[in-house]
């Protein structure tokens, strides 16, 4: 591939969706797009991929009973086939990424056991396993399980001894009081303000990424989400100084990350 057919800051080889301001959206398939991105470019990936828990089942939301379907994106009829898919994206994601870059990696019980082993199937090294502890969690209905009220992202740099990875140790230990950061992270379900452009499923809080990016990643670095959605990862990458590329399959989406993207982020301002 010759080095001059990647246009839109030197790492694309696709008319994107939406370009500002170091921020761009492209509208496509992952599995397709992530071959048009340049090989070793990326600093950084954020992916919360589909965690397929849309089964009919039902939930509590502000107190109104709501389905727990997310839409056909996140419905799979078998565990190979969720694994397979996990596979497949990770693989992908591994040839963007920088020697020395780090990706993380959302997930909850229907998901993250497959997430972590085919990260480690595809050639990464685990380095944290963050709980995200939220504390508004929905109830259970059913009464017959546990609260749900944990997601787990897990955080893994390329298995190679020779791989540095960036990790801002000094900012997380003032983050937490002059205490080393652990690797529990509590806080709120996403706010209401933040979620003023629009209604996507699944959308996450601006803090949570608020910390990952400045945990692991240096002003004017490379990041990239490919499973966008409502585009939380680039809204907090840009008010940060980073420049961002996200993807996703649905319009509806995209068109909420745009809103978002150029009215800015809504956290800490
Ligand atoms: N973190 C996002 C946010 O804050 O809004 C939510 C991400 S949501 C869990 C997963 C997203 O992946 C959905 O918006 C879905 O449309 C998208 N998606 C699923 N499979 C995809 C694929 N193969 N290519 C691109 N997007 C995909």
Known sequence: MAINEYKYGGVLMTKPYYEKENAILVHADSFKLLEKIKPESMDMIFADPPYFLSNGGMSNSGGQIVSVDKGDWDKISSFEEKHDFNRRWIRLARLV?????????????????????????????????????????????????????????????????????????????????????????????????EKWAGKHPTQKPEYILERIILASTKENDYILDPFVGSGTTGVVAKRLGRKFIGIDYEKEYLKIAKKRLNKGATYGL
Request: aromatic letters at 12%; hydrophobic letters at 30%.
């Open 97 to 193: 990424l920088k020697p020395n870059g780090t990706i993380w990696v959302s997930g909850s019980l229907h998901n993250i056991y497959s997430v972590g082993m085919a990260l480690e199937q595809e050639g990464f090294k685990i380095l944290n396993n963050i709980t995200w502890q939220k504390t508004n969690p929905a109830p259970n209905l059913s009464c017959r399980y546990f609260t749900h009220s944990t997601e787990t992202i897990l955080w893994a740099r390329k298995n190679d001894k020779k791989s540095r990875h960036y990790y801002n140790y000094e900012l997380m230990k003032e983050f937490n009081d002059g205490k080393q950061m652990k690797d529990v992270w509590t806080g709120s379900l996403t706010k209401k303000s």
